[in-house]
């Protein structure tokens, strides 16, 4: 009996965030801004110790954590974090295969690059501002030739950082 109503559980939280997540989606892809960004694909997956999801590069996908989506604030702010991945890649296709394609070994297996990548940071801020931070500014102060130019000094992570610092500094939530 226990089973079977932790089912129940399981089966109502996962049509919940379905649900949720979709609509969510389905708002930013009618913004006119968006517009060339398709609606994806959500699956929800049990991970255990894993991520709060991900976006599957190139294939319209979302991937929700259903253990970690534990709140539709969280749910809600890792929609706009995928999301905003589905736009960079659409808009700034440059600046996202910088890191997903061409630096894709330094970005996924260095933990510190990768946070302070710009796709990340302009994740981070587009999605703590609930979208009202849609802009390209962090694009902007870093493009991927001053990116280039870091790398092969050595420098990328510190470069990084002192955008992180000046956006902070400047009110944005990058956390």
Not at 106 to 118: L, M, V
Not at 150 to 172: E, I, N, R, T
Request: overall charge positive; hydrophobic content about 40%.
């Amino acid at each position: 009996m226990k089973k079977t109503i932790n089912l129940i559980k399981t089966i109502i939280l996962s049509i919940i965030m379905y649900i949720y997540a979709y609509f969510l989606v389905i708002k930013l892809c009618c913004n006119p801004k968006y517009k060339k960004v398709r609606i994806p694909k959500i699956l929800i997956k049990k991970y255990i110790n894993k991520n709060l999801g991900g976006e599957t590069t190139g294939r319209g996908v979302i991937n929700l954590n259903f253990y970690k989506n534990t709140d539709l604030n969280i749910l809600k702010k890792n929609i706009y974090h995928e999301f905003r991945h589905m736009w960079q890649r659409t808009y700034l296709p440059e600046d996202f295969l910088w890191w997903t394609l061409f630096h894709y070994d330094i970005y996924e297996t260095n933990a510190d690059i990768y946070y302070y990548s710009t796709i990340e940071m302009d994740a981070r801020r587009f999605a703590n501002s609930l979208g009202k931070k849609d802009d390209d500014i962090i694009f902007k102060l870093l493009p991927t030739c001053d990116l280039d130019i870091a790398h092969y000094k050595g420098q990328l992570l510190s470069l990084q950082m002192s955008l992180y610092s000046y956006l902070q500094a400047h009110g944005d939530d990058l956390s």
